[in-house]
């Protein structure tokens, strides 16, 4: 958190809070495919469907960055699209989260070594949490998103 | 709408991002007054340089890499790879491996039809069949977990075999999911052909007579549509298919709404086929033994995708490793079916042409240049929609 | 139809290329000819509706190691690459085989007579550096905005990009 | 009727009007989420989500891209709310009676209505981002197709009372029979109006999620997106007490104001998840062909009765 300036009374402390309890409990989130092959994507979208739901948790898919604060992101950031999920990342307010889905969005994955690929997600923006499987189950990543929003708590 | 430096830069915006099904790409038109005489794609979002990949990788290590080409049909994937080793090798398969790999092909083609129809429905803004496919799709996918132990990628085939069995009880659990999708299967039907708003956005679309879609070579349900009976399962039958005959589903009219229902009625001949497959399960064991380093020799596979043919080229020089493998996906020939169906066409019929061809072109990005020859503008697809709409009123 | 039949008219339709035909196995012919005359066969093809185009697939043959006893004056025979026009129609599979040297990878394009092999032709342009000669377009297909002219991936020379090459890339 | 008069500082910023419209916007917004993800066989938000998601944008960082008039970017969002919140003035909210109403109201409650969404379209054609202009001339095209038909329709139950005060439709309205049965037509134009202002789909095509990102409001984020989207949740509020006062038997106290817009919201949530978006000339055709051929039958029809009433 950019360190705010002090404000004398115990005001601060519960605007605090109450911007916390905020941030926990809507994380809009968008989500960004950067060469995966949308094993993870369908299982990001099984998650908003009745079965798991994530709208439980407040998280909705928005379209525009400007509207999200997760990024949600799959795939070995190819070539062609590392300089886009790089515009996409800056276009989003802050405070701003990532999420990585999948091995591939880890560590490259089974395409480690491909030419056309950069590796991992880390290498291009700041990472707040990994969900590794290929794919994830949605259970796996709504546990993360939870995991990301516990984090906030601190 | 600011005009470009030169005609071939073009600007994509993070449009809306879906489940890309292949792809994401980018269309450029060249157009004289308002008849379209040059389209061109643009793909390489997603590539990923899998074709060489294969060449510093054993046999083994391929059948992973090459199954993660697509979440969606990563079966069809490894099984076209796995017979084409097979065929390098000369190697012949216990029947009952193959039976159990054309049963999973199958389910697979449920769980793709009904993804294709739940994002097809949310791309025109219809968000309850969305979600109510998705929620049926979950029993598939629970069978297939049950099956072979993962959701989406199944890694079911093994060189020379399948490392899955199928026991009675697994059996039963699949008859009754299938009777279940069966009665909802009815209901997607009346829902996709009665649902007034939902053919006010279909019914007529895109229309493709049969010559057309011969010529401009589309594969699978898209080409059905249309009334082309081409069908790897029947034309050229792999793995079990000799055994359980499917009948081809083709449609007459070729617009968007028959190739809703032509999607719909494979779901039925599915259905079908899995009841047939899992009453006469040959016995026998699961895998044969394929040599380490497979003969010089070169060999073609070709499968049934839920999108269509997909090719597979193999060429090995005797060593551990594969000399070239080519994957041509089904997605690829929609694609350029669809670049040349476009010369000819008024540039306002566009944006309805693209979604009718294959729905899942709409998650590609939204813009499309149009190089005029009095300069070229960059317009989003939606403008392109709204120039279309402006054009007719 | 089935293969026996569908191959035997095929043999009927190419038999000016007689002499280049060979079986590998029964339900494929290969039939081997020089880059000028495959418009000619792939119009009769056409013509006479014998399947569809299914792939184009390129193959690198790079030039065979010079061995030790290579004498100086015999220069290093010319890599070729081979491009495969793969037929099919039902179960037979009819490959045209052109192969041509690396110094002038030059193939008529087809496109005039097939209008939906120009995305193969792109993607074969792309990865294996041959030239179709009148293609309509010949943008890049799948390589990035951003990738060194001349750099083929799909030859055997391309061995991948060497750390320095990547740091360049990714800044 | 229970004439309470409370002082008007207090009626403007605490009771029908501010503080307890905010909260009853996102109460009705959470009921709409709701309802719509039940429909879907989803579970839907828990019931302090709209609070959560305003607080959120409220603390986000707020981006004013280049290309922007900057003044004009800030000032919209205030302006389209404070619209949304003056027309509340005019409407019986909770049953009370209207705290300021004087003849011929009704006209400047709707002018009130269309400058929040004309505020929308205003604030899309602002910036520079393809998406949101074509959200901008989307919103703009949309509200000149349906304002028309849901401005007559409000006018059949403004004849009957003979006369343009919203309280006095309102009374008339509680004494005599439920104008819905009396003026069916009217009733049906004037809730799918209220969708159409609203737009929910199927007229949601100004955002359609998965074709031009959110529509005019791509651009803003943080505070001009919450004051927005409060900006509709009132508008949702004030548009359900008005069809409901005219048509459903007026409102005398907050019991009958609860369930009659609740139930009116469920009759709504139900339409929004039977049908797929409407293409924008779908309903463009669908407002001007339909829509006002019926709300014009539907007049002409009150005129002669009221002709032979009298006669």
Redesign the interface.
Same mark, same amino acid.
């Given at each position: 958190m950019e360190a705010e300036t002090k404000l004398a009374s115990p005001w601060h402390d519960v605007m605090e809070q109450?911007?916390t309890? $905020? &941030?926990i409990? !809507?994380p809009?989130a968008?989500?960004?495919?950067s *060469? !995966?092959?949308?094993?993870? =994507?369908?299982?990001?979208? $099984?998650t908003l469907?009745?079965?798991y =739901?994530m709208?439980?948790f407040?998280v909705k898919l928005?379209? !525009? #960055? &400007?509207?999200a =604060?997760v990024l949600i992101c799959t *795939? #070995?950031v190819? &070539?062609? !699209?590392?300089e886009?999920l790089l515009?996409?990342y800056e276009?989003m307010?802050? /405070?701003k989260f990532v999420i990585a889905v999948g091995s %591939?969005a880890l560590s490259g994955?089974?395409?480690q070594? %491909?030419?056309?690929?950069?590796g991992s997600i880390s290498?291009v923006i700041p990472v707040n949490m990994f969900i590794p499987g290929? /794919?994830p &189950?949605p259970e796996a990543i709504i546990y993360g998103v939870v995991q990301l929003l516990e984090g906030l708590k601190k | 709408m600011e005009s470009l430096a030169n005609q071939k830069k073009f600007i994509v915006p993070i449009g809306p991002q879906h489940p890309a099904l292949k792809e994401p790409g980018h269309f450029e038109f060249t157009v004289d007054g308002e008849i379209i005489t040059g389209a061109s794609v643009r793909l390489g979002y997603v590539h990923r340089g899998i074709e060489k990949g294969t060449e510093s990788r054993t046999w083994i290590q391929n059948l992973y890499l090459l199954e993660r080409i697509c979440g969606i049909c990563s079966h069809v994937h490894a099984l076209a790879y796995a017979l084409g080793v097979e065929k390098l090798g000369n190697v012949d398969v216990p029947p009952r491996a193959q039976a159990i790999r054309t049963l999973v092909a199958e389910m697979e083609r449920i769980h793709s039809h009904l993804l294709w129809l739940g994002v097809a429905a949310h791309e025109g803004g219809f968000d309850t069949l969305f979600m109510y496919t998705w929620r049926d799709r979950e029993t598939v996918m629970d069978l297939l977990e049950g099956l072979t132990g993962n959701r989406v990628h199944y890694s079911v085939n093994v060189l020379g075999g399948v490392k899955v069995d199928v026991d009675e009880k697994q059996a039963d659990a699949i008859r009754r999911g299938v009777d279940f999708l069966e009665e909802r299967t009815k209901y997607y039907m009346k829902v996709v052909t009665t649902d007034e708003t939902f053919l006010g956005r279909t019914r007529g679309v895109g229309k493709m007579t049969t010559e057309q879609a011969d010529e401009l070579g589309t594969v699978g349900p898209t080409g059905r549509a249309s009334g082309l009976t081409r069908d790897i399962r029947v034309d050229a039958p792999y793995a079990a298919y000799p055994l359980y005959p499917v009948q081809v589903v083709t449609g007459t009219s070729g617009d968007l709404l028959e190739r809703f229902i032509v999607r719909i009625k494979e779901l039925y001949e599915t259905y079908r086929l899995i009841r047939l497959i899992l009453d006469k399960m040959p016995t026998g064991e699961l895998t044969a033994r394929i040599p380490r380093r497979i003969p010089e020799n070169e060999a073609i596979s070709r499968v049934e995708a839920p999108r269509g043919e997909l090719f597979y080229f193999l060429k090995s020089n005797g060593s551990e490793m594969p000399e070239r493998i080519k994957v041509r996906t089904p997605s690829i020939c929609n694609w350029s079916s669809v670049i040349n169906f476009a010369v000819g066409l008024k540039l306002a019929d566009m944006p309805m042409v693209l979604s009718g061809m294959d729905p899942c072109f709409s998650c590609n990005d939204r813009l499309v240049v149009v190089n005029r020859p009095t300069g070229s503008q960059v317009w989003t697809w939606e403008e392109l929609r709204q120039y279309g709409i402006n054009y007719y009123r | 139809m089935d293969i026996t039949s569908s191959l035997q008219n095929a043999e009927a339709l190419l038999n000016l290329w007689m002499h280049g035909m060979d079986y590998p196995d029964l339900s494929r012919i290969d039939v081997t000819l020089p880059p000028r005359e495959l418009k000619s066969a792939v119009s009769i093809l056409k013509k006479a509706h014998w399947g569809y185009l299914s792939a184009i697939t390129g193959l690198d043959r790079p030039a065979p190691a010079p061995t030790a006893q290579d004498s100086a004056n015999v220069p290093a025979p010319d890599g070729a690459i081979e491009v495969l026009y793969q037929f099919c129609e039902g179960a037979a599979v009819l490959t045209l085989r052109v192969s041509v040297p690396y110094s002038a990878a030059i193939i008529p394009s087809i496109c005039s007579i097939i209008p939906y092999a120009t995305l193969y032709e792109r993607e074969a342009m792309e990865l294996f550096g041959v030239t179709f000669k009148n293609t309509p377009d010949s943008d890049r297909l799948v390589l990035p905005d951003d990738w060194p002219v001349g750099v083929y991936p799909l030859r055997k020379s391309f061995t991948g990009f060497t750390d320095a090459q990547k740091e360049e890339m990714v800044e | 009727m229970t004439t309470i008069t409370l002082p008007a500082l207090i009626i403007l910023l605490i009771f029908p009007g501010g503080l307890f419209l905010l909260a009853s916007g996102l109460v009705y917004e959470w009921v709409d989420r709701k309802l719509v993800a039940r429909f879907q066989n989803r579970v839907g938000p828990r019931w302090f989500q709209p609070l959560a998601d305003m607080i959120k944008l409220l603390a986000k960082e707020e981006i004013i891209p280049t290309g922007v008039h900057p003044g004009l970017f800030v000032t919209l969002p205030v302006a389209a709310l404070a619209a949304a919140l003056t027309a509340a003035l005019y409407v019986p909210m909770f049953g009370f009676t209207p705290a300021f109403s004087f003849r011929g109201d009704l006209v400047v409650t709707l002018y009130l209505l269309s400058m929040m969404t004309l505020g929308i379209g205003l604030a899309g054609a602002n910036t520079v981002d393809r998406f949101s202009l074509v959200g901008a001339t989307r919103t703009l095209t949309q509200l000149f197709s349906y304002e028309a038909p849901f401005l007559l329709t409000l006018l059949g139950p403004a004849i009957m009372a003979s006369s343009w005060q919203i309280s006095q439709i309102n009374v008339y309205a509680h004494n005599v029979w439920w104008m819905i049965f009396t003026q069916p037509i009217g009733f049906v134009v004037a809730l799918v109006g209220l969708m159409g202002k609203l737009e929910f789909p199927p007229f949601d095509a100004p955002e359609a999620e998965t074709e031009i990102v959110s529509g005019a409001l791509t651009e803003y984020s943080g505070r001009g997106l919450a004051l927005f989207r409060i900006g509709k949740d009132v508008e949702l509020v004030i548009g359900l007490t008005l069809v409901v006062a005219f048509y459903l038997g007026g409102l005398a106290n907050p019991l009958e104001f609860l369930i009659k817009t609740l139930v009116l919201l469920l009759v709504m949530a139900g339409l929004q998840s039977l049908f797929a978006r409407l293409r924008i000339d779908q309903t463009v055709g669908l407002w001007w062909r339909i829509g006002a051929v019926l709300a014009l039958i539907q007049l002409l029809a009150i005129i002669i009765g009221r002709f032979i009433g009298r006669v």
């Open positions: 109450v911007k309890w $905020a &941030r409990n !809507s809009w968008i989500h960004y495919n *060469g !995966s092959c949308n094993g993870c =994507d369908i299982e990001i979208l $099984a469907t009745p079965r =739901d709208e439980r407040g928005q379209g !525009s #960055p &400007r509207h =604060d *795939g #070995p190819t &070539r062609q !699209s590392r886009r515009r996409t276009q307010p802050d /405070p %591939c994955g089974v395409f070594g %491909c030419y056309n690929i950069i290498e290929c /794919p &189950r | - | - | -």
